[in-house]
């Protein structure tokens, strides 16, 4: 397993071409002071940007127009002389250079519109690129060329690596060949899929092209539980998570609660910028960065704080000395989270892992995000599973709604409640939970006058223990199979009696989570 460092820096340099003196201010002592006021041991640089111009010397890309030297050399060896690891970054699924110049090797809608962020031809923004292109080539070339330049380089982090459903003629061709019906969305995504596991294929293999070992990332925004098959292609993993910049406080948590299970090791992304990437002029404040690194460790992660380089190279002793308070801290604990364990109780089955949903920061499955924000409020120790993982250790299993058929195969006997035809879910009758041993806190409190479902202690004014009444805001709750290996199963809202220890939560209407499956193992 390819070990991360415990500080790193992710430092853009993404750099329009109508900027001038691009670099003119770097100097190294000021490079190497900055990276000790910073407590870093590792800093990523910039090979390509999103505008696409290159920071070395090239013959595949185009260098900046306005740099005058090698700078990412300058940065590469300054950085390695104090004993800093240098990963290279290089932009991959965007890249204006070469969409201004090659149109057709841009990703295209089946409306035969150019896609980006910023489409139309006189509309700012970065171009997508379609991997099922030539362009594909040009970036394995580039890959191979840094690899080659760089050899001591500490790995290569590809950019927003995505493939939409493109409708290029490459593509539209790919299509055909493979008998897939571009008209229809279904083959779109099938050949998009296609022409993706190709990239992973090429990228990696040119990465490798000169060290076997050389570390690669390829990075989407988000790591999606259950997306196990790329992973091989993968070193490690970069969390990329900037709670104030469109991810939130729910995603990491949740993200490295999954990957501390995978075979990789893994660091969390956050920004020293107060909103998102590339803020000039913002600062976070000390104490978020100081929360957000500590959170990191906490979860068993590595930590990446992001940045951007001042166009003339400068570097900034107050963001330095800024993430130097952070990472103090880090560096005076780190020898305690070396190769640290979880322990956790809970298993909560990922609905995107099992229902094969939410791909990208920002389309997290509502259900996953309001399962971990009840279980993290609640302070209960869980980890975020797929389908592929072992459930056998933890007390309590959360699936998602509908996953009968994947519990079954994996513990051979799942008992659902008794349909009731008031409403449109399987609805459990009184005596079917009291089989199953239903946790009430009695009360002495009615039941409810729609499902006859005893309610003897509510969490709110008129909740009712039945995952099918239409108000959707309560619990139901109950544990099968034998002491050695019990199970819980949540619906919308939280109340339970675990070892004693009563907590409350409400879980929100619009997280939707499971209507409750009952789950034993056979004896």
């Known amino acids: 397993m390819h070990k991360l460092r415990y500080r790193q820096v992710h430092l853009d340099f993404h750099t329009s071409p109508a900027i001038d003196g691009i670099g003119t201010n770097f100097k190294k002592e000021e490079w190497q002071e900055a990276l000790r006021a910073g407590h870093l041991d ?6 390509s940007g999103h505008h696409g111009w290159s920071y070395y010397d090239t013959k595949i890309g185009k260098r900046h127009p306005h740099l005058s030297f090698d700078l990412l050399r300058a940065q590469f060896d300054a950085a390695k002389e104090i004993d800093v690891n240098v990963p290279i970054y290089l932009t991959a699924g965007i890249h204006n250079v070469m969409a201004e110049a090659h149109p057709e090797w841009r990703e295209m809608g089946y409306d035969g519109k150019h896609l980006g962020w910023g489409s139309g031809a006189l509309q700012a923004g970065f171009r997508n690129m379609c991997f099922n292109t030539p362009y594909l080539d040009h970036l394995c070339e580039q890959i191979e060329e840094v690899v080659a330049l760089f050899l001591n380089a500490d790995g290569i982090f590809l950019d927003i690596i995505s493939q939409g459903p493109c409708c290029c003629r490459y593509c539209m061709e790919s299509m055909k060949q493979n008998g897939l019906d571009p008209e229809k969305e279904e083959d779109r995504l099938v050949n998009a899929k296609l022409v993706l596991d190709a990239y992973y294929e090429r990228t990696t293999a040119a990465a490798h092209v000169h060290d076997p070992e050389m570390p690669v990332f390829h990075n989407s925004g988000h790591i999606t539980c259950g997306k196990r098959d790329i992973l091989k292609h993968f070193s490690h993993l970069e969390l990329e998570s900037l709670p104030t910049g469109g991810w939130g406080y729910d ?9 501390h299970n995978l075979p990789l090791d893994f660091l969390g992304m956050t920004g020293k910028f107060h909103t998102t990437w590339g803020e000039f002029g913002g600062y976070k404040h000390p104490n978020a960065l100081r929360y957000e690194c500590a959170a990191m460790l906490a979860y068993g992660a590595k930590c990446s704080v992001g940045d ?16 130097g308070a952070a990472y103090a801290e880090v560096e005076a604990k780190e020898a305690w989270c070396v190769d640290a364990c979880n322990v956790a109780d809970i298993g909560l089955l990922s609905s995107a892992a099992v229902n094969r949903r939410g791909t990208s920061a920002g389309d997290d499955v509502p259900g996953d995000v309001g399962a971990g924000r009840v279980l993290l409020e609640g302070h209960f120790l869980f980890d975020v599973l797929d389908a592929e993982m072992d459930f056998g250790d933890y007390k309590v299993l959360v699936p998602p709604d509908g996953r009968a058929s994947l519990l079954t195969r994996r513990f051979g006997s799942v008992h659902r409640p ?16 009291a089989e199953s041993q239903v946790a009430h806190h009695a009360s002495g409190r009615p039941s409810c006058g729609c499902c006859a479902v005893s309610i003897e202690e509510p969490a709110w004014p008129g909740d009712c223990r039945n995952p099918t009444h239409p108000n959707l805001d309560h619990l139901i709750s109950w544990t099968t199979g034998t002491a050695a290996l019990r199970y819980q199963v949540m619906a919308p809202g939280l109340q339970q009696d675990l070892d004693g220890q009563r907590q409350a939560s409400r879980w929100s209407r619009a997280h939707a989570p499971c209507r409750g499956i009952a789950v034993q193992r056979d004896p």
Do not use: V, W
């Open 251 to 259: 995603h990491f948590p949740i993200s490295a609660k999954y990957c």
């Open 308 to 323: 951007q380089l001042h166009p003339s190279g400068k570097m900034d002793m107050s963001t330095y000395k800024l993430r």
């Open 418 to 433: 008794a349909s009731n035809s008031k409403h449109q879910y399987p609805s459990p009758h009184p005596e079917e939970l």
């Open 42 to 47: 590792s800093i990523t640089c910039f090979a």
